[in-house]
Structure formats: structure tokens, C-alpha cells
């Protein structure tokens, strides 16, 4: 439409209240930014984002700011940023608000959203979390006075992915299961808890036979156009580590050490190239499960938690588990396997119960025994 004085003007019609309305705007980004907040978010927020805004302008919004943070962060790989590209298109879209109107109501609801969707307790504690970094870089850049992820509650799942841990027994099963060639390196995944894409791009200059270890500093990672695979540092910095060997595996590990150059990979496929697990998966892994009848699932993944259990069961701290596995923090080994130390909840009570005894001497309580 054309104003009095000849300029043109760009107006919106829309109902608010039961009563219809309109909203002038004097280019057509800022009447485009205002429909898209109408379909996507409903009159009152548009109104309230209008109000609080510049209609005259098209206000920076969260997508437009998160890749922006995006293509500034260092110290990731490509396949990394891509995948959050991928997030930002898929995920915050939902709530491209202007920075300024990111409250705490439109995380909590965007938290509520996912949560609906069926997404897990831990795939919104990612999301949210990358979120959180990219509004705290907007506090830091002066377009926000706080972080409105700051006090969201976050759902909790009432289970994660199952864990299968096999006994002694079981993995013995599968090991007879499993083609002789690669016996070595489902046992070394056992007997290590190295996740699958560092066992495979172990090289032979990592195994130290002489002192029974074995040093993790790579790992397979997908290449950033999906279609193949890249080495490149493990999956954070506690990942690289030094990891004992038992005897089993060193036993085995010998034959493909000797005589072997110290940059071959330690495990090949039988063509004496880099094993992809996609082939290996359906070549090798879901035959011997087929073989095994082990009457459980078994992912690839669960070898790590089985070794995670045995050195629980075999009694050694948290501690030296989180360093095995190579967690970053010691809070991921304790929620993912504290429930398997049940001597630690019979201490407690063993330690009440002799604290009560002094309380109520009236009442002779049972014999405790507590483990040093």
C-alpha cells in the first residue's frame, strides 16, 4: 500500500482477541519475519516479539546467531560442524525467534516439544546443551543480558538404551561363534573396552608386547560427506590412553605384531585392508550371533560394557574404570555402572546400622561386616 507521502508501506492482516487487527511495516522483511512468527508461534508471541523490536528492522535471529557460532568455533572436525549445521535446520528452526525474544517460557517449550516427539532423556540434554553454548556466545557478544537455558529442567527418561553384559561363559560362547581370524579382535573389544572405531585403527607401533599395553590415539570418524570414513583423534582427550593387556589378548595380539611394519593397522579385513564396520557387522558380527544363541541382544557396543562390568565384579574403583574406557568424566562411568556395585549400598547400610546401635543401645543390632 502507498502512504500519503508517497512511500510504500507493507501491512498485515490478522485476528487477535477475537477482534481483527493489523500491523504496518515499512519494508517487506520485517512483514515477512512477522507472518512467519504468526503461523509459527501464534498472534500474542508475534505481537510481543513486535513490541519489544524495531518494526522497521529484521532483528538477528537465533538461527541466523547459532551459525554464525557455528562457523566460528575451533577445535572441531568438519563432520562435527555438519552435523551441527544439520541440528540448527532441523532442530532450532522450530524456535527462529529474534535473539532478544529466546526466553526461558520458549526453551521450556521447545524442551516440552521434543520431549513429545519421543526423543530421549539424553538427546535433549545434548540439544539443549548445544543450545545453552550457543546463547551463552550471545550473552558473551552483547546481544542477550543472560542465558535463558540456564535454569531449564530437563526430562529425565525412565530407562536408557538396554545394556547387555555377558558372563565368562556367554563370551566364550560367542568366541567359538566367531571366524578364528577375527577372534583376536572381538576378545581384544572384551578385554579392553576399546569402542569398535579405536580397536580398528589400533596400528602396530600402539602395541607395546613388552609391557602388555596397548596406546589408544585415533579412531575411524565418518568423513563430513557421509560417505566414507577418516582417522582422526579419539572421542575426547581422557580417550587417548594407555590400556593394559591381559594375557589372553596379548597371547594373540603377538602373532599380529611380529615381523609387521610399525605403521600397519594391527586389524585388516581379509584383503589386508581397514576394517569398515558396516561390512563387518553384516559379514561377521550378526553370523556369530545367529551361531551363538546367546537368547540376548548383543550390540558390538555391549563387549565394552561387559568389560566395564567384569573389572566392577572383579573389584576395582570407578576410577580405573573411567581411565580403561577412556570417559571424559567420572559422573558418565558412575550412572552408566554404579548399579552394578551393590557391595557399596550393603556398606552404607552396614555403616548405619553401627551409627543407630550407638543411638538406640536398647536394641542389640545384627552382626555387620564391612569390607576394607
Known amino acids: 500500500m502507498k502512504r500519503s507521502d508517497g512511500s510504500v508501506a507493507y501491512k498485515v492482516l490478522y485476528r487477535h482477541n477475537g477482534k481483527q487487527t493489523s500491523a504496518t511495516f515499512d519494508n517487506p522483511q520485517a512483514r515477512t519475519h512477522f507472518?512467519?512468527?504468526?503461523?509459527?508461534?501464534?498472534?500474542?508471541?508475534?505481537?510481543?516479539?513486535?513490541?519489544?523490536?524495531?518494526?522497521?528492522?529484521?532483528p538477528l535471529t537465533l538461527t541466523q546467531y547459532a551459525r554464525k557460532h557455528v562457523a566460528n568455533l575451533s577445535g572441531i572436525g568438519e563432520a562435527t560442524r555438519e552435523r551441527y549445521g544439520a541440528f540448527i535446520r532441523r532442530d532450532l528452526a522450530r524456535i527462529d525467534l529474534p535473539l532478544d525474544a529466546i526466553t526461558p517460557a520458549v526453551v521450556a517449550g521447545w524442551v516440552n516439544g521434543l520431549e513429545r516427539a519421543?526423543?530421549?532423556?539424553?538427546?535433549?540434554?545434548?540439544?539443549?546443551?548445544?543450545?545453552?553454548?550457543?546463547?551463552?556466545?550471545?550473552?558473551?557478544?552483547?546481544?542477550?543480558?543472560?542465558?535463558?537455558?540456564?535454569?531449564?529442567?530437563?526430562?529425565?527418561?525412565?530407562?536408557?538404551?538396554?545394556?547387555?553384559?555377558?558372563?565368562?561363559?556367554?563370551?566364550?560362547?560367542?568366541?567359538d561363534a566367531v571366524p578364528a581370524y577375527w577372534r583376536p579382535l572381538v576378545t581384544t573389544l572384551v578385554g579392553t573396552g576399546l569402542r569398535v572405531s579405536e580397536a580398528t585403527a589400533l596400528q602396530v607401533q600402539d602395541v607395546d608386547l613388552d609391557n602388555g599395553t596397548v596406546r589408544v590415539v585415533r579412531a575411524w570418524k565418518r568423513a563430513t560427506d557421509g560417505t566414507g570414513w577418516r582417522l582422526g583423534p579419539p572421542k575426547s582427550k581422557k580417550s587417548r590412553r594407555t590400556v593394559a593387556l591381559s594375557t589372553q589378548v596379548r597371547d594373540l595380539l603377538v602373532p599380529l605384531v611380529d615381523g609387521r611394519a610399525p605403521g600397519e593397522f594391527l586389524f585388516t579385513n581379509?584383503?589386508?585392508?581397514?576394517?569398515?564396520?558396516?561390512t563387518w557387522f553384516k559379514g561377521v558380527w550378526q553370523p556369530a550371533l545367529k551361531r551363538a544363541h546367546l537368547g540376548k541382544p548383543l550390540r558390538?557396543?555391549?563387549?565394552?560394557?561387559?568389560?566395564?562390568?567384569?573389572?566392577?565384579?572383579?573389584?576395582?574403583?570407578?576410577?580405573?574404570v573411567q581411565y580403561t574406557l577412556g570417559h571424559e568424566s567420572l559422573t558418565t562411568t558412575s550412572d552408566r555402572y554404579g548399579h552394578l556395585m551393590p557391595e557399596r549400598r550393603q556398606a552404607a547400610a552396614a555403616v548405619m546400622t553401627m551409627a543407630l546401635a550407638q543411638a538406640f543401645p536398647e536394641i542389640e543390632p545384627p552382626r555387620a561386616v564391612i569390607a576394607s
Open 35 to 58: 507472518l512467519r512468527n504468526l503461523d509459527a508461534f501464534g498472534p500474542d508471541v508475534a505481537v510481543e516479539i513486535l513490541d519489544s523490536s524495531h518494526p522497521d528492522e529484521a
Open 118 to 175: 519421543g526423543a530421549s532423556g539424553k538427546t535433549i540434554k545434548n540439544k539443549h546443551g548445544f543450545l545453552s553454548g550457543v546463547l551463552e556466545g550471545a550473552v558473551r557478544d552483547g546481544h542477550l543480558s543472560a542465558n535463558p537455558c540456564k535454569h531449564t529442567r530437563l526430562p529425565r527418561t525412565l530407562q536408557r538404551d538396554e545394556m547387555t553384559f555377558l558372563t565368562p561363559g556367554e563370551f566364550a560362547v560367542l568366541a
Open 270 to 278: 581379509r584383503a589386508g585392508r581397514p576394517v569398515r564396520l558396516n
Open 300 to 320: 558390538i557396543h555391549d563387549l565394552r560394557h561387559t568389560c566395564a562390568s567384569w573389572l566392577i565384579a572383579g573389584g576395582l574403583d570407578l576410577l580405573t
